[in-house]
């Protein structure tokens, strides 16, 4: 394959010949002659790329790079993969192949200055070329451990970062999601958690419905954690631990199991109630391994039944076990503070339980059944208003709250249109009452 893209056709067989000359040209090296092996050597590269053999271009090419291996000449081995590569009509299928065997030379360098002259060689031959593309992006991953491993962590991430796996087609997907992983990891290491949500979105999530992935979703839902724990997104965490507990090698270990469960459920009680969570929350107690864990079961119930839940009581009877979970962790300081979203909760939680129950409450009475001081019940029912979980209106001076909501016009009438309706119905069946009456009382009098 040509340059160009186009077929060439074989002109002769170059084997022969080759059978002859290797020999001499070994024995030549091994003799400390590498570079006038070297030298006969590319009279024959020139041979078979010109007749377009590709079994003996690649041959030779090989040949070549493992000569300049065997004597350790690592200067000459770089200037030659440069040179090899920048000949004209060169083989595409035969660099390729002479790419692979130099790449196993990386871990056979003597110090790390040879093995990132040696990569950064192969990075540059490599670069722009669709069929080494593979190759190229494995390099790249072996530099970016290297800077890694060096404490180099931002280097290493823009230096992954650059590649655009999900564009090779030559690729497994499988190792393409294991790329994007790596960029990920190495992005949140980085810190630069924007970027990290955006890579996320290259993978999509329906390859790991296949078992052989399981793996690689473990490792994509715990970094997908790690990034909504940073944003404080509760349920999006609730919906990646329900992921990680669905996956069969988890269901198969009860400890891990039972872990993923406590997390889904502490995650979907802490994130704020909307129609979703209300969705999610219903859906979690009706999981059947749910039971296995009772406290969690129980906690949960709490925030289903429409019935009001005294903090005094949840943390009485839940306080001292939560504690001890990552989740709410005293000695972290996001674990102090989803203690205090849990408080917040159950609050919001009652709150909504007496916006059904009651039309109108005092202020007094709410701050008994919420146990919190009016200043802070003002503050959690307005959030509530704001973001229109409930309706409320209140009025300070008579210490009065109102649930009631006004009728939206078009319902009021909607509703007058249902009541005249009504009344003419009712008219209608009386009149045809009388009129039978009046039927049945003129045949009377004819008898």
Not at 292 to 298: K, Q
Not at 375 to 392: C, F, G, H, P, T
Request: with cysteine; glycine share 2%; proline share 3%.
């Amino acid at each position: 394959m040509a340059d160009e893209g186009k077929l060439q056709k074989k002109d002769k067989d170059y084997a022969p010949i080759l059978d002859a000359e290797i020999p001499k040209i070994e024995a030549t090296a091994k003799q400390g002659k590498l570079l006038e092996a070297l030298e006969q050597l590319m009279v024959l590269e020139k041979q078979t790329r010109m007749g377009a053999d590709l079994a003996s271009t690649t041959r030779v090419l090989c040949l070549a790079v493992k000569l300049c291996f065997d004597a350790k000449d690592w200067k000459t081995l770089n200037e030659y993969i440069i040179l090899l590569t920048k000949k004209h009509g060169q083989l595409k299928q035969a660099l390729s192949k002479m790419v692979l065997q130099c790449i196993e030379y990386i871990d056979k360098t003597p110090d790390m200055k040879t093995k990132l002259e040696l990569i950064d060689t192969l990075r540059t031959v490599t670069e722009g070329k669709i069929y080494v593309e593979v190759e190229r992006a494995r390099l790249t991953r072996m530099l970016a451990k290297i800077k890694e491993d060096e404490g180099k962590v931002v280097e290493a991430a823009d230096i992954l970062q650059e590649l655009q796996v999900e564009t090779y087609g030559s690729m497994e997907k499988s190792e393409k999601t294991d790329f994007i992983l790596e960029q990920m990891r190495l992005l949140m290491a980085k810190k630069d958690y924007t970027r990290t949500q955006i890579i996320s979105r290259k993978i999509n999530t329906k390859f790991f419905k296949e078992e052989e992935n399981q793996i690689l979703k473990l490792r994509y839902y715990a970094l997908m954690i790690q990034y909504a724990t940073h944003e404080e997104q509760y349920l999006n965490i609730c919906k990646y631990w329900r992921e990680i507990f669905d996956t069969p090698s988890i269901q198969n270990d009860s400890v891990k199991c039972h872990e993923a469960i406590e997390h889904f459920v502490l995650y979907a009680i802490l994130s704020p109630h909307d129609n979703e969570q209300h969705d999610l929350i219903h859906r979690i107690s009706k999981e059947p391994r749910l039971r296995e864990v009772p406290i969690y079961a129980e906690l949960l119930k709490n925030f289903i039944v429409p019935d009001l839940t005294r903090w005094a009581k949840i943390d009485e009877l839940y306080g001292a076990g939560l504690r001890k979970t990552p989740v709410f962790d005293q000695n972290d300081e996001r674990g102090m503070k989803r203690w205090k979203d849990l408080q917040k909760r159950v609050v919001e939680h009652n709150l909504r339980v007496v916006a059904k129950y009651y039309t109108r409450i005092t202020t007094k009475r709410l701050t008994q059944l919420l146990d919190l001081p009016e200043r802070d019940v003002e503050e959690v029912l307005s959030k509530l208003v704001v973001s229109k979980v409930i309706y409320a209106k209140m009025d300070r001076p008579a210490g009065l709250i109102s649930f009631t909501a006004p009728k939206d016009p078009n319902e009021v009438l909607n509703e007058y249109s249902g009541n005249i309706s009504t009344l003419l119905e009712l008219v209608e069946k009386t009149t045809h009452l009388i009129q039978k009456e009046e039927m049945v009382g003129a045949i009377t009098k004819v008898i």
